[in-house]
């Protein structure tokens, strides 16, 4: 148990996405005392052997959850909210919770990346007005949006293909959206593959035309601004939502610890 000596230096970490654990190693190297939430035990496993407090694994239900979680690990001086930026509801159950905590709350943000040659749809509604009559779009996005988006391209006249992981939750959701079994490939990205392998080859194997993917920054977008550049093809973002209103949020490293040393 911490004392309240190092209660001033205890952050909370809830991280969805590839930068958790070099946020825990650069918190760590500047005496920072971390506990990390993530949803799932493979992502746990990217947490081996880095100096944590901590670790919980498993979805925080609602604002509940969270008050829960915050009360059964606490104090902390910082809540940090490195979730996915499109985890939208889950940063905001964090804001109401923390709110009715005191509990001090920054959100690491992804940089947003330059568009180049893409362009942003809001939404499945935006996407179904896009003039892709014949055109063959592989939905790379999360599973969570991939039922409404592959209506939407059917909607605007495109031939929709996707890919899923090969976990329980990535296939109901690709199952749900009705794709043609040979419209759909699941995946199991391998330890050590050169990152974009796969992708590259579904979009030769389906002759795509069109790639849809998340406006979510980091890598991942990265990688298809550059594999539709050299497929010469056309990407569509969706667009990231925006923090709630009112959330102080950071996009580097740097930024973050200079916040967190702010009384």
């Not at 799932?40 to 008050?67: C, D, N, R």
Request: glycine share 10%; aromatic share 4%.
């Amino acid at each position: 148990m911490q004392g309240p000596a190092n209660d001033q230096r205890r952050v909370f970490l809830l991280a969805g996405t590839g930068e958790g654990p070099r946020l825990v190693q650069e918190l760590s190297r500047h005496n920072w005392h971390v506990s990390v939430s993530v949803v799932t035990a493979g992502a746990a496993k990217a947490y081996a052997g880095l100096p944590l407090e901590q670790i919980s694994i498993g979805a925080l239900q609602g604002i509940g959850g969270i008050t829960a979680a915050l009360l059964r690990a606490g104090p902390f001086r910082w809540v940090v909210d490195a979730t996915h930026p499109f985890a939208a509801q889950v940063s905001h159950d964090l804001v109401m919770a923390c709110a009715d905590l005191g509990q001090p709350l920054l959100r690491y943000e992804r940089r947003l990346e330059p568009l180049g040659g893409a362009f942003l749809v809001a939404d499945a509604k935006a996407l179904a007005a896009q003039p892709l009559q014949g055109q063959r779009l592989l939905l790379a996005i999360g599973g969570r949006h991939l039922p409404a988006m592959a209506a939407a391209a059917c909607r605007a006249g495109a031939i929709p293909y996707g890919r899923a992981l090969s976990s329980p939750d990535g296939l109901r959701a690709a199952l749900k959206a009705g794709l043609p079994p040979d419209h759909l490939a699941v995946v199991r990205p391998l330890h050590g593959e050169v990152p974009g392998a796969i992708e590259r080859a579904l979009c030769r194997r389906w002759d795509i035309g069109v790639v849809l993917c998340r406006q979510s920054g980091g890598v991942t977008e990265q990688l298809w601004h550059q594999l539709t550049k050299d497929l010469e093809l056309s990407l569509v973002l969706l667009r990231r939502p925006s923090p709630p209103n009112g959330m102080a949020c950071v996009e580097d490293v740097s930024s973050l610890l200079d916040w967190l040393e702010c009384d």
